[in-house]
């Protein structure tokens, strides 16, 4: 039963370019969700993906953007990078149709910004 | 807003010595409330968790946290550390809806 894997694990982008990433959710779960984790600090919410589309979203710019696909895996796109966008993103996936639901983590991607 | 405030960023034990991570989180509602580690160069993981029911959780390796709703805490525990167990402890919250806000993380070292 494979886990949530995420693609590339490493990425390295100059400023002003774009970025997708992506995740496939572990087996048997429908929902993922988008972190971003700068060194030193816990993950922050970036937004979650159900039925192929966007239902809760944290605190980001529109430069972050996503997608789900039918098969339920998930790309996270980041229009016109910044410095500070550099950071681990983290995807999870979980099951949408359950109130109380844990989440399981990719090994994540690790995004440098030049 | 909601937030999520982990006491130490950065915990040094013996072997065998107890552990105690504080959590304190800001929400009025119901919440539901987790602790994850991350040992080195391994994914998140989930230690621990609190819906509903006895507000003292027994998770995984046997690591506990209780709920303590009038003080907003969920403190984790461990009677007796092994070297094992150095790795990042983050404490998170849901409280409704689908996001979940992580605190900052306390790196817990092991002396052997």
């Known amino acids: 039963d494979a886990g949530v894997t995420q693609s590339p694990t490493h990425l390295i982008k100059t400023r002003g370019q774009q970025v997708t990433l992506r995740c496939s959710p572990k087996?048997?779960?429908?929902?993922v969700s988008w972190y971003q984790q700068a060194l030193g600090q816990g993950p922050q919410f970036i937004f979650q993906y159900y039925e192929e589309e966007e239902r809760q979203r944290g605190n980001f710019p529109d430069r972050f953007s996503g997608h789900q696909f039918p098969n339920y895996s998930s790309e996270l796109n980041v229009n016109a990078l910044l410095l500070g966008d550099s950071a681990l993103y983290l995807c999870a996936s979980s099951r949408g149709d359950r109130e109380n639901t844990e989440a399981f983590f990719g090994q994540g991607t690790r995004l440098t910004v030049v | 807003a909601q937030s999520v405030s982990q006491h130490n960023h950065h915990v040094i034990l013996s072997e065998a010595a107890s552990l105690e991570l504080g959590c304190n989180y800001s929400y009025g509602g119901t919440v539901n409330l987790f602790w994850y580690v991350q040992y080195p160069g391994q994914h998140l993981q989930l230690l621990l968790k609190?819906?509903?029911?006895?507000?003292l959780v027994k998770g995984i390796k046997g690591f506990e946290a209780e709920f303590i709703k009038s003080k907003f805490s969920f403190n984790l525990r461990k009677p007796s550390v092994q070297w094992s167990d150095t790795a990042e402890y983050f404490c998170a919250v849901n409280g409704g809806g689908f996001k979940t806000i992580f605190g900052a993380g306390t790196r817990l070292f092991v002396k052997a």
């Open positions: 087996s048997g779960h429908d929902t």
């Open positions: 609190y819906f509903s029911g006895d507000p």
